[in-house]
């Protein structure tokens, strides 16, 4: 049973990535428009603030 | 923007960033978009602007937040947008809070517990099945290694509400949570010290955390999404005005606004305070009276604030300031009769007072009980101990927060916002429905019948030549057309206007039957009717289908409140009603048992609104209309009405089926955690099936 020296360790710290990656989200403000971010993968073109590079400015 | 700059595609915030220290930055309540086109839609007109910066939508808040090149103007984006179709207001940027940061910290705790949680579980599934000696004591060290310093963190909500509500000598539903919580941890602790292989409970602490800080999560999200529909409703008001200072006209904030000021008023605006006029003008005084027809006022005349001025510019000179027009005294009155509303107890709180003492008195039995039979405290401490977990709120903690927060956000989809937190109880109670006229039913403007475009043409140059008010309003109606060229346009007084068109004579004005034009060839009926509300009558119907009895109530005149209800089949119609004698309907219907929903949105409905047991204002309503319902249809259908208290009903039926399947989950577990049977793992498998199930329950359609 040895090898629970190194298995529980090893979970834990898997455990604790997926803590981390979590805290990380909340942190960049990932929570804040749920709906808004599950429709725009729809989207072809990227708001237009330039906010992911070079956007035109398009027309209606 | 462009991507010239190599610094701007390394740090994709820069651009944002220094767009927005050179604007002002304003937010925009979009209430009718709901999907991804809307999002493109939206965005692209305003970044087709060259007095926008940048713009960005949330659609979960049904918000934009732009930021305006320096020195621009709001007013080109608002009308690009309504050319494109949306619907958009400024929002009040000092009414709004920014981002929640108390829902974030329990975020934040619900992550921590729910990670300490599923690795503790993991743990003892493996004592469970039957690990002994060093391997079992490695365990429930590895489990109090985790458990205690998650519990620290995450449980912190529950210890001081329990600490808070002890020193004021009361029990809250937090109270047997914390104490469940301490003891459990405590006790386990305790037993891994001594290594007696008797049970531990940090997994059933932990997820006891999780479940309910899952709940609470869910409660602090509605009562924040309530708080902040209040917040937009205030912010949705109309925050400026334009003042002369030597004829110069200044933007300033209406509270800014003294006594003696000069304000100038478009057409359409209207007043932010009480005033006297300077020159001649019409009014729209429908939201404080509820009439219709636009009153005539001369220079020197009083102005009240909320009236909308018609068709012509208006200087008006402030007699008040802000807080002290008409508007807001009427809005602290209702502020006054809403307080009678406050007394409404929810079914959580029915719950929470009944179960917190049951379950300190059962686990103080079953400890009692315990130590005169065993004379073992330990043994006692242990049981009294699963009393408190088994019984713990799991299910009933989130039995109501996960409804509420489930229909709320389906009536936000479908654009209701609710702003109390009862709301939804109240509305799923109502039997008897006052919808008032003007503003409600109706959007307020008048419409003529179709007419083809020769009569249209004579019509409206006919109109035009008269200042009478139906003159005016047929007008306005037809304001898409050329007016024809007609001579010899004269009015004859409480007859009609009339004129020659290419040499024969045409008419417009009282005919035997009510309004008619008259052409060479033919005579037209030409009844002004009030413009319905888009699904007024869809609305009605729906609402009579459901059972509710609906009366119309209007401080117009009967024999246009006569003509609108038989137009969408009402029955029960109060025409010339004052604002006290609204209220004092409602009051009435209520004294005679009915459940009373007010629907209304002027000023002459507020004290209505505040007193009917479940109230909502249309979004266009004014300010005081807003303030005192209970919430406000965004969408300008009618038709979210029959919705929202269908939903409701909806609502109050889950709320009622989870209590039970909670009630049913204690009825079987609490004898067995009596009677010294229910271990850990019958703990842990009771409190997550109840509270799944009640999640299911919630959320299914």
Redesign the interface.
Known sequence: ?NV?IIL?PV??AL??L??AA??WT?RH?Q??????DA??V??D?P?????????P???? | MTAACPACVVAPDAPRLAAEAAGEVVHLSLPGIHCAACIAGVEQVLGALPSVRAARVNLGRRRARVVLAPGAELAPALSALEAAGYDARELDEAALEPGDPAARMILARIAVAGFAMMNVMALSVAVWSGADDATRALFHWAAAAIALPALAFAAVPFFTSAWSALRARRLNMDVPIALAIALAGASSLIETIRDAGADTWFDAALSLTFFLLAGRYLDQRARATARSAAAELTALELPRATRLDDDRPVRVAVAELMPGDRIALAAGARAPVDGIAEGPARLDRSALTGEADPARIAPGDLVCAGEAVLDAPLILRATARAEDSTLRRLAALVEIAETGRHRYQGWADWAARLYAPLVHGLSAVAFLAWWAATGSVGTAIAVATAVLIITCPCALGLAVPAVTASMTGRLFRAGVLLKSATALERLAEVDTILLDKTGTLTSGRLTTPDLDPAAASVALALARGSDHPVSRAAAAALAGHAPAPLTALREVPSEGMHGLWDGAPVFLGRGPQGTELRLPDRTLPLDMREELRPGAVEAVAALTAQGHVIHLVTGDHARRAAALAARLGLEEVHAGVAPEQKAALVAELSRQGARVLMVGDGINDAAALATAHASLAPATALDAARVAADGVLLAPDLRALPETLATARCAARRIRQNLAIAAAYNLVAIPVALAGLAGPLAAAIAMSTSSVSVVLNAVRR
């Not at chain 1, 929570?31 to 808004?36: A, F, K």
């Open positions: 049973m629970l529980i979970s834990v455990g604790a997926g803590l979590c805290i909340l403000g929570y804040e428009d749920l709906e808004g429709a725009r729809l989207l073109k708001p237009p603030d330039g906010e992911e590079g070079d956007a400015k398009g027309g209606v």
